[in-house]
């Protein structure tokens, strides 16, 4: 089990994602009740029937998913996992960005899968505000120390819009 | 040149410290090598074939004395009391431990100096003209935006993990110096109607599958210099290739997509993005130009130089014209013969500190044909320059001649080198060792790499050379006709590929059919230009059983 990272402390994931098993298609897999994080290609399959029968919906959104696809969607989620497959695949940064800088998406954003203590100061200052470490990992020293590797930045990002050479005294 | 301030200064003594914490995390295995191999790649720590390998930044070529002290102290202290430049404004230390790398980097921070992003598949060092500032040909002074753009690549959050590695040249000379046709992104200042920009080509490369790069957008006010990088990022960070790493880098994508088509994905990212709080300000191009300004340079009057050959040789190949007058730019040469081309001893690295605080305002410059540039120098203190750099070793009146040639450190030290290079570089050095026979040769580009990486630019040397592998053996491939500036282009190949014990030859082979055919006022490039590739493949495969007939004679054997 991955360990959530949110609102700076350890909490307990009420949510659970829906994994199609083999021979599962978005168009046919059963919905379970409860709060679900949908893949992307469920979420377009079934949009009516999941808003039907659920007030809190989450999508989970992999690497090579467009956001764009689902743009016009954004009110609905109250939560937005972006994968990690592998933590050097760096799409999900960018994902991220025109989430929260262009979609102006404000719901938890979450990073999951490979999500490891090096890489949680990257994926703040892009907009996450949720993250699933990696089981295994000491979840106490990244929270102490993961998130404050530097004390400034130079370049704009989602959680620091202006450049620094717009905040120089 | 620049000097930190209190951000510049505290963002890299953070980076110690963070790569402290995670050499100590590996070493307590709790950070596994898969996960710590990234980290330590970004900055710029290899585990290589002997040792680990540690590429120290020299962001845009410049350093000051003191910087390079520090660089010629750490290469005694940690290694072997050498160090290697490389043709991207680094130095690699060859022989560093693992463990030790926290500590050097604590050392150079103390001088303003990191190995942030020198590898990894990230935003890397960017690189530019030796002799910005001071070139006389320049139209801009490219180094305050070259600052710039360092800061703004410095950890920046959404391209840490690209599909591959990503390099920026720029260049503000009317004869571009810093090979920007062949980068991810190169950046060629001009002015038009009366307002500083760019031309911003994107897409070039050397290396596996070399490729020209194309212009993306023909004008850039400077401005947007930031805004419009972040677009072209963007646009690769999300459909760049990342299953296949060598179809990953962005000159790929702007392959598969046509110019016109990137173009316009790049320009409609941008419009999201222009004007907005990333655009430069005046006042922040000021602040970093102001660290660029040009030293105080005193009215020289004519002095009568030596006449004693040796030194006039010097001055022919090593000296080169500077806007000021009575002032030269002084290249030291690193391609002494018989040592690896670009390598540097610590006792050399403090005599050019010396030089640089007596003779040239306590700077210098890295080239990418790995020398070092003693900018400022007063053109009557030349002699005196000449003579201590000859005593350093650092005189070889060969700059832009044969055995000037650039070559990367190839198998002997490196994991990718598919054949030694180093060995190949002394060779042809020996073989050409009559200076006034390599005078009479003339200006002759020769690059050599140790694998397709291209890290010797082979493919833009006017005589390349490129190290294969054939059956476990080592081979050499020979390129003609490549060149780097304004009409940089990919050389051709000669053939089929010769062995090491083959190579001085066939350069000597090389060389002699320009010497026969060239007109009076022919170098190299323009004979070849003229005459074609077959006068100099028939001479090198003259007599050498080929086709049917090599088969037949291995058979024999």
């Known amino acids: 089990m991955a360990q959530l990272i949110k609102n700076d402390t350890l909490a307990v994931d009420t949510w659970k994602t829906l994994e199609l098993a083999e021979g599962e298609t978005p168009e046919s897999v059963a919905l379970p009740a409860g709060d679900i994080i949908f893949p992307l290609a469920v979420w377009q399959a079934r949009k009516t029937e999941i808003i039907s029968c659920h007030k809190r919906i989450g999508l989970l959104i992999q690497p090579d998913e467009l956001i764009e696809d689902v743009a016009g969607d954004l009110e609905y989620f109250i939560v937005i996992a972006v994968n990690f497959p592998k933590f050097v695949d760096g799409r999900g940064y960018s994902t991220a960005s025109l989430l929260r800088q262009r979609y102006r998406y404000e719901g938890e954003l979450r990073a999951v899968g490979d999500v490891l203590h090096d890489q949680l100061f990257f994926m703040r200052r892009v907009g996450f505000d949720s993250y699933a470490l990696k089981d295994g990992k000491n979840a106490v020293y990244a929270l102490e120390t993961g998130f404050n590797s530097f004390s400034d930045t130079y370049q704009t990002s989602t959680n620091q819009p202006q450049p620094y050479f717009r905040r120089r005294a | ?557």
Request: glycine residues 8%; hydrophobic residues 40%.
């Open chain 2, 1 to 557: 040149m620049y000097k930190y301030d209190a951000i510049d200064r505290q963002l890299i003594n953070e980076r110690v410290a963070q790569f402290r914490d995670q050499v100590r995390r590996w070493k307590a295995g709790e950070l596994a090598d898969d996960e710590f191999r990234p980290l330590r790649l970004q900055n710029g720590l290899y585990i290589q074939r002997h040792a680990p390998m540690f590429r120290i930044a020299v962001p845009y070529g410049m350093l000051n004395s003191a910087q390079l002290r520090t660089l010629g102290h750490v290469a005694a202290k940690y290694d072997r009391g050498y160090g290697h430049f490389t043709t991207r404004h680094n130095l690699q230390l060859n022989w560093p431990k693992i463990e030790d790398v926290p500590e050097i980097m604590a050392e150079l921070a103390e001088v303003e100096m990191h190995a942030i992003q020198t590898s990894g598949n990230c935003l890397r060092n960017i690189t530019t003209d030796p002799f910005a500032g001071v070139a006389a040909d320049e139209v801009i002074d490219p180094r305050p935006l070259a600052e710039i753009l360092r800061e703004w690549t410095t950890f920046h959050p959404e391209f840490a993990f690209l599909p591959r590695k990503f390099k920026i040249a720029i260049s503000g000379t009317r004869e571009d110096r810093a090979v920007t046709w062949f980068h991810d992104i190169g950046l060629h200042l001009k002015e038009q109607d009366g307002q500083v920009g760019f031309t911003v080509i994107v897409g070039g490369g050397l290396g596996r599958t070399p490729i020209r790069g194309q212009v993306v957008r023909e004008f850039l006010p400077w401005q947007h210099i930031l805004t419009y990088c972040e677009a072209i990022l963007r646009v690769y960070n999300r459909a760049g290739r990342r299953d296949n790493a060598y179809k990953a880098r962005i000159k790929i994508l702007v392959q598969a997509t046509g110019i016109e088509a990137f173009s316009q994905q790049v320009e409609d990212e941008w419009a999201y993005m222009k004007d907005g709080p990333a655009t430069l300000t005046q006042a922040e191009f000021d602040r970093v130009a102001a660290h660029f300004t040009a030293p105080d340079y005193e009215k020289q009057d004519e002095v009568a130089l030596p006449t004693e050959k040796a030194f006039t040789k010097w001055v022919d190949r090593n000296t080169h014209p500077h806007k000021v007058p009575g002032y030269a730019a002084v290249t030291l040469s690193l391609k002494q013969h018989g040592v690896a081309p670009g390598d540097i001893t610590s006792a050399q690295m403090a005599a050019v500190a010396d030089l640089a605080d007596q003779y040239s305002f306590g700077e210098l410059r890295i080239s990418h044909e790995q020398n070092i540039i003693l900018a400022d120098v007063k053109k009557a203190d030349l002699p005196a320059v000449w003579e201590k750099a000859k005593a350093a070793g650092l005189a070889t009146p060969n700059i832009g001649l044969l055995t000037g040639m650039i070559c990367c450190p190839g198998g002997d030290f490196c994991d990718l080198a598919n054949a030694k290079s180093i060995p190949i570089a002394n060779a042809i050095q020996a073989r050409f060792d009559d200076l006034d026979y390599l005078f009479d040769i003339g200006e002759i580009d020769l690059n050599i790499s140790g694998c397709m990486n291209a890290c010797g630019h082979h493919h833009v040397g006017h005589i390349g050379v490129l190290g294969v592998d054939k059956n476990d053996s080592e081979y050499y491939q020979v390129t003609l006709g490549g060149r780097q500036g304004n009409d940089a282009r990919l050389g051709k190949v000669i053939g089929p590929s010769f062995s090491a014990d083959e190579m001085p030859d066939v350069v000597d082979k090389i060389i002699k059919v320009y010497l026969e055919s060239r007109h009076a006022d022919e170098r190299f490039l323009d004979t070849f230009d003229r005459i074609g590739l077959d006068p100099f493949k028939n001479r090198v495969y003259e007599g050498r059983a080929h086709g049917k007939a090599k088969t037949a004679q291995k058979e024999a054997a």
